[in-house]
DNA sequence: TGGTTTGTTGCAGC
DNA sequence: AGCTGCAACAAACC
């Protein structure tokens, strides 16, 4: 499910219960859910891949992982980490991460920095791109502090389109480049998103988990790149390394 | 059929 | 003390 584009259309799709009581809360979520009942849901926000669920001044905090799933109005057979029953039906989550904000979230997140935020601010991501010359470009891109919201599908269109190999380090690009990638992440952003709500969007995909390329049809490069050892996907003729 | 994966945390070990 | 690397989570998909 979880790259932000999905978390901002299961954020919609929670927002109508905005303004109803939560008349029944329940699940094997670890926080105290008692402490849930019978507040308002007073907004639903998200920070790239988190959802945010402000309740009268309690903030939950759901984070999908690889792995989590929700249900609205039906339920999965299994049971959920976090169930809250409104008036008008109910929302149920299943294998996340479920946790209390300690904080009002708008002291723990920077939302400039969320790929798909009204707040969203290029040139402040250019310049901590450029605070950073010796980060790999794959790191980057999955870098939440960087790019809120940007998974690995994320990291393998965009170095597609932008025509960059995934090994190439910040420091190493051109500055037109760089300006390139922060302008391309937001820009697939919304292509997921919406490619995401039509039910479309792996037919769009030109490298993830594809085998060839589509500009030169040699065989893509398969492996696993970075800090993390995430899935890269990428043409070694097509995109470039400099430096 | 079974290996892979739209992700992150926490902790062991150094 | 601060880092790194790996297990854990746990299920749809190809």
Redesign the pocket.
């Known amino acids: 499910?979880?790259?932000g584009p999905?978390i901002l259309i299961l954020r919609e799709e929670v927002e109508r219960f905005v303004g109803q009581k939560v008349q029944r809360a329940e699940g094997n979520a670890r926080i105290d859910i008692a402490v849930l009942q019978g507040r308002t849901l007073t907004a639903v926000r998200s920070w790239?891949?988190q959802l945010l669920l402000e309740l009268d001044g309690v903030t939950v905090r759901v984070?999908l992982?690889?792995?989590g799933?929700y249900a609205i109005d039906t339920r999965?057979d299994?049971p959920p980490?976090l169930s809250l029953g409104f008036a008008s039906g109910e929302v149920n989550f299943?294998?996340c991460?479920v946790r209390l904000l300690e904080a009002p979230a708008d002291t723990l997140y920077d939302w400039r920095s969320d790929t798909l935020s009204d707040q969203w601010d290029p040139a402040l991501t250019l310049a901590r791109l450029r605070d950073l010359p010796d980060m790999l470009i794959c790191d980057a891109i999955?870098d939440?502090q960087l790019f809120a919201g940007?998974?690995?599908?994320f990291k393998n269109e965009v170095l597609f389109r932008i025509r960059v190999h995934p090994l190439n380090t910040l420091g190493a690009l051109p500055g037109e480049k760089l300006e390139e990638l922060v302008a391309e992440v937001r820009q697939y952003a919304f292509d997921f998103l919406a490619w995401k709500k039509a039910h479309v969007?792996?037919q769009h995909w030109q490298a993830?988990?594809q085998h060839t390329c589509p500009r030169c049809a040699i065989p893509f490069s398969k492996a696993?790149l970075g800090r993390?050892q995430?899935?890269s996907y990428y043409c070694e003729h097509c995109q470039l390394r400099y430096g």
């Open positions: 499910m979880p790259e999905s790239g891949k984070h992982l690889l792995f799933s999965k299994r980490r299943y294998n991460s999955l939440q940007a998974g690995n599908i969007l792996k993830h988990r696993k993390n995430r899935r």
